[in-house]
């Protein structure tokens, strides 16, 4: 039982543009949400996190939207540049156990020069 | 260092072996956590610890798999008589507290190859 989805296994965008990862959830007790980076034999790094309270944060080149009647979240990254080519994770929390993040599968992103 | 480190940082063994994989978290960090991410799939929660006690052992697949914390710092793995469906990146995290929405920084991983 997939609990979170990301549906685009990867995804090209040219440098300079807007890269949108999207992140489906299924889990109504979620009620945190995050957004970590991976690159090539290293663990996931934080990127950004959202609450169920608020429907946008941003920090810097990346903003989180979550929309949650529609149980979707997505990640915003403007400028795109290439040193953002990575894998990008979206994660869930909430419910009875704050201590288990559920992961979806992942989005590779290439930002091309 | 100031990160979560992890050991070793990769392990190949043979079918119906016995391996440990430790994991040292961020100093003063009371919650630990150990996920898996088999080939081209997402990281899968196994278990996690807030102080040496483990609140939540739900994802450890199989009782061949067991972890413990000792001075609510360094954390084992042990996988017995592993299999070849146990090979994958095992991550290890760390976070302030677990029951909260605290964000978990993640140590390198150990590569487990089981021949």
């Known amino acids: 039982d997939q609990q979170v989805k990301q549906n685009s296994p990867s995804l090209s965008v040219q440098e300079g543009r807007i890269s949108i990862l999207n992140c489906d959830y299924t889990n109504s007790m979620f009620d945190y949400f995050l957004w970590y980076k991976k690159y090539p034999a290293e663990g996931p790094t934080f990127l950004i996190s959202i609450s169920s309270i608020k429907d946008k944060n941003e920090d810097g080149r990346f903003t989180v939207f979550l929309n949650k009647s529609a149980k979707h979240l997505s990640l915003h990254i403007v400028p795109s540049q290439p040193g953002d080519s990575a894998v990008y994770f979206c994660?869930?929390?909430?419910?009875?156990?704050?201590?288990?993040?559920?992961f979806g599968q992942g989005t590779i992103l290439t930002v091309h020069p | 260092g100031a990160g979560v480190s992890q050991s070793p940082s990769n392990k190949v063994t043979e079918k119906g072996k016995d391996v440990e994989l430790r994991c040292d978290p961020i100093?003063?960090?009371?919650?630990l956590y150990w996920y898996r991410q088999r080939l081209g799939q997402g990281l899968e929660f196994l278990i996690y610890?807030?102080?040496?006690?483990?609140?939540?052992k739900s994802g450890l697949p199989s009782d061949r798999f067991s972890a413990e914390r000792t001075g609510e710092s360094v954390s084992t793995l042990t996988i017995q008589r592993t299999q070849q469906e146990d090979s994958a990146v095992y991550l290890c995290?760390?976070?302030?507290?677990?029951?909260?929405?605290?964000?978990?920084?993640f140590g390198p991983g150990t590569r487990l190859t089981v021949l």
């Open positions: 995290a760390s976070s302030l507290r677990a029951g909260g929405p605290d964000e978990q920084f």
């Open positions: 610890f807030q102080g040496n006690s483990a609140p939540d």
């Open positions: 100093s003063g960090h009371t919650a």
């Open positions: 994660a869930a929390s909430g419910g009875t156990s704050y201590g288990k993040l559920t």
